[in-house]
């Protein structure tokens, strides 16, 4: 929803409120918005995990491309598969595939970002033999030489690989095409990040990530199209001085609309994040010159990094400190989802680094299915009231 706006005209609010109601409505049920999109264009969908996936190729190749972040469902039939201590976003979407719910996809691609999710590839291919499986493996040092000449031999084989499956031909004009397509996309929501930064009372916490979560399974063009109008009415919002306090969010997998509206609730607001269904799922686009298949490798390697990989050239430390200067932060909260190690192994160093920056910070761990939203909430309000008698002392 968007926050409150005294002096915007009815008009100008309407148009906003309407596109965060079809976006909120997409996010809420992207199944339904993929097997809709489906039956109305003919085409085909893919299902993917994690944002490391080179989109493009799918996209070049007309395949409507769908990010898989679990189900809300307690799990039922994937204990039978994996062990209780897998991640809930691995153990939910092969619930969720179990139970047929993803039937509509003509395919599922893995990246192999962890080893669980490498798992569940070998997992997901056995289950689901009449169904087109692929990994796509990506190195984990990414700013050594040899790696963006691996990524690039990679994608290429990916996308031979796609073209056999579907017996067409994903052309360079198609690629560059499909890049630009992405960049627009990703340039759209850098925007609204920067204007959420300096006007966060313009729109909530919540909407921003479901504007976020909507690219993830929207068709790129319709999503780039949705978010330049919302854009063009935020840009109307006066800006508003506030004393709420000011939140960054850190973390990997965030689907949580009830954990995100407590801010709001507490007067306190979401000002930027260090996501992976957020700003580290957007930020930084294709280079503009080269052969298009080593342009989207080039982008791959050179993004925000996931835990998941390492990098001598990035300081997630020193990265997440200078985004809360940047966007003058009174705290961070840490949303992460159990039993993921990448981000449970940089936790404790990124504590430190956190108290030793005097920043206030609290570590909510989280699962997909849905759980009692009262012990957050107790601890988040504690953590919010604490900011404000620092903010205010």
């Not at 906003?16 to 039956?39: F, G, N």
């Not at 959420?196 to 399974?217: E, F, Y």
């Not at 997630?316 to 840490?334: E, I, T």
Request: hydrophobic letters at 40%.
């Amino acid at each position: 929803m968007i926050s409150s706006m005294p002096h915007t005209q009815e008009g100008e609010r309407a148009v906003a409120e309407s596109v965060l109601k079809e976006i909120s409505q997409i996010t809420s049920k992207p199944y339904e918005y993929a097997r809709s999109w489906k039956r109305r264009t003919g085409g085909k969908a893919f299902g993917y995990f994690c944002t490391y996936f080179p989109e493009e190729v799918l996209h070049a190749a007309g395949i409507l491309p769908m990010r898989i972040l679990g189900d809300k469902e307690n799990v039922s039939l994937a204990d039978a598969h994996v062990q209780a201590f897998i991640c809930s976003l691995v153990r939910t979407s092969l619930d969720a595939a179990l139970k047929k719910k993803f039937d509509f996809l003509d395919g599922v691609v893995f990246p192999h970002t962890c080893d669980s999710i490498q798992n569940l590839a070998d997992i997901w291919r056995r289950n689901f033999p009449g169904q087109f499986t692929e990994v796509v493996v990506l190195p984990v040092w990414v700013d050594i030489p040899e790696a963006e000449d691996y990524l690039t031999e990679e994608i290429s084989r990916f996308r031979q690989k796609m073209e056999k499956h579907l017996n067409l031909r994903i052309s360079d004009e198609a690629l560059k095409q499909s890049i630009e397509t992405y960049n627009a996309n990703r340039t759209a929501l850098a925007d609204l990040y920067a204007l959420r930064r300096d006007n966060p009372s313009a729109i909530t916490g919540q909407s921003v990530l479901d504007v976020v979560r909507a690219s993830m399974c929207m068709r790129k063009e319709d999503h780039t199209t949705l978010v330049k109008r919302l854009l063009d009415e935020l840009r109307a919002v006066p800006r508003a001085d506030s004393n709420d306090v000011r939140i960054v969010l850190y973390g990997n997998a965030c689907d949580h609309p009830a954990i995100v509206h407590l801010f709001e609730e507490m007067g306190a607001v979401v000002v930027d994040d260090d996501l992976c269904t957020g700003s580290r799922s957007f930020l930084h686009i294709e280079p503009s010159d080269g052969v298009p298949v080593r342009r989207i490798a080039q982008r791959y390697l050179r993004r925000v990094p996931c835990p998941s990989k390492h990098s001598n050239d990035f300081d997630r430390r020193r990265y997440l400190v200078d985004m809360v200067r940047q966007s003058n932060a009174d705290g961070v909260v840490m949303l992460l989802l159990k039993f993921c190690d990448p981000h449970a192994f940089d936790y404790p160093d990124l504590a430190k680094r956190l108290s030793e920056s005097n920043i206030p910070h609290i570590l909510i761990e989280t699962e997909m299915q849905p759980a009692s939203i009262e012990q957050v909430r107790t601890r988040l309000q504690a953590f919010v009231e604490m900011l404000k008698e620092k903010k205010n002392g």
